[in-house]
């Protein structure tokens, strides 16, 4: 079983930054991709962000430019640097972690971290 907690989130203004951190803990043979998805009420969950265990990276359009995925193997962690916020990325965030058991891959979810931004 894999466990998945997200930080960072909280009250920030149009304009500002906020950085993520996503830990996976637990037991498992490797994890796969590792990604940032958000929910905002009313709303569909949607992808913002997810980055391959070699690095590559994928972004959700209304992102791109404003927000970097970044991962440290060594400490099973994903970021999510997010700069020139928008009222429009209020949401809560929750991390997506893909990995490998004795014999097939899973995928767990964290709890989510609140991120609201003001006018």
């Known amino acids: 079983q894999v466990q998945v907690v997200e930080s960072g989130g909280g009250l920030v203004q149009a304009g500002g930054s906020l950085r993520l951190s996503c830990a996976a803990s637990?037991?498992?043979?490797?994890?796969?991709?590792m990604g940032w998805y958000r929910q905002a009420p009313g709303k569909q969950r949607e992808l913002v962000a997810t980055?391959?265990?070699?690095?590559?990276?994928n972004y959700a359009d209304s992102v791109k430019g404003r927000f970097t995925i970044s991962r440290d193997n060594a400490k099973n962690t994903v970021y999510l640097q997010m700069n020139s916020l928008k009222p429009e990325d209020t949401a809560v965030y929750l991390c997506?972690?893909?990995?490998?058991?004795?014999?097939?891959?899973?995928?767990?979810w964290g709890q989510g971290t609140q991120v609201t931004v003001s006018q």
């Open positions: 980055i391959s265990d070699a690095g590559t990276t």
């Open positions: 997506n972690v893909n990995w490998w058991g004795p014999t097939r891959n899973y995928f767990s």
């Open positions: 637990g037991s498992f043979f490797s994890i796969n991709a």
